[in-house]
């Protein structure tokens, strides 16, 4: 069992490139989502999903977008990077029933934007 | 609109003694409230779930409570030792399939 597996685990991208941050996890989750962790600020969701073809926005969705067409993965993309997007990005996934409902982190994208 | 408040500043304390972290939330009536734990570099790791008709829950030297007419929960680690050392972060937590949002975490501090 990997878990939530995130790549790459470090980014730099130059202003107005694109890119997308890969998010997998193997337990089956229906829920996963996306934050953004800058100093400071904690984690403020970026864009979440409640199963295959179910996208929908958190806290801080512009400059984002998010497709979930399997149950497994969960891509981000950034259309154009801004410097205002360098952050860490974690991805997490969770059952939406059982005991605890626990999310489960991603190690973490580190993204700079120059 | 939502707000949940974590204390921003870093709390220090002396090994041994315990720590009480709260978590404050407003525009909320969450089912449970969970706590996690984040070290540097790393991605957070669920510690505690708390259910809204639970006032305490214990785990080992942790204790959380809960009190949903104060939208409260104080987080405690009896007996600190300097391994307790990270980022809390708490998360009221609704029910079924809405987002979940964080605190923005607590950094305690022990020292030996």
């Known amino acids: 069992n990997a878990g939530v597996t995130q790549t790459p685990k470090f980014q730099v991208l130059k202003t107005g490139q694109s890119m997308t941050l890969q998010c997998a996890q193997d337990?089956?989750?229906?829920?996963m989502s996306w934050y953004r962790q800058d100093p400071g600020m904690g984690l403020r969701l970026i864009h979440y999903?409640?199963?295959?073809?179910?996208?929908d926005q958190g806290e801080v969705p512009n400059g984002y977008n998010v497709s979930r067409s399997t149950t497994e993965d969960f891509p981000l993309r950034l259309l154009s990077a801004a410097p205002s997007q360098t952050s860490v990005y974690f991805c997490?996934?969770?059952?939406?029933?059982?005991?605890?409902?626990?999310?489960?982190f991603g190690p973490g994208t580190r993204l700079t934007v120059l | 609109s939502q707000k949940i408040e974590q204390n921003s500043e870093a709390l220090n304390i002396q090994e041994g003694k315990t720590a009480t972290l709260t978590c404050n939330y407003t525009n909320y009536s969450p089912a449970y409230l969970q706590w996690y734990r984040q070290d540097p570099g790393r991605g957070p790791v669920f510690l505690l779930l708390i259910r809204e008709n639970e006032k305490e829950k214990r785990k080992e030297r942790l204790k959380v409570t809960f009190d949903t007419t104060l939208k409260q929960s104080l987080f405690h680690i009896t007996a600190s030792q300097p391994a307790d050392s990270a980022t809390y972060l708490c998360?009221?937590?609704?029910?079924?399939?809405?987002?979940?949002?964080f605190g923005t975490g607590t950094k305690l501090q022990v020292i030996p």
């Open positions: 998360a009221p937590l609704p029910g079924g399939y809405q987002k979940v949002t």
């Open positions: 337990m089956n989750h229906e829920y």
């Open positions: 999903s409640v199963g295959a073809g179910i996208t």
């Open positions: 997490a996934s969770r059952q939406t029933s059982g005991e605890y409902n626990e999310q489960f």
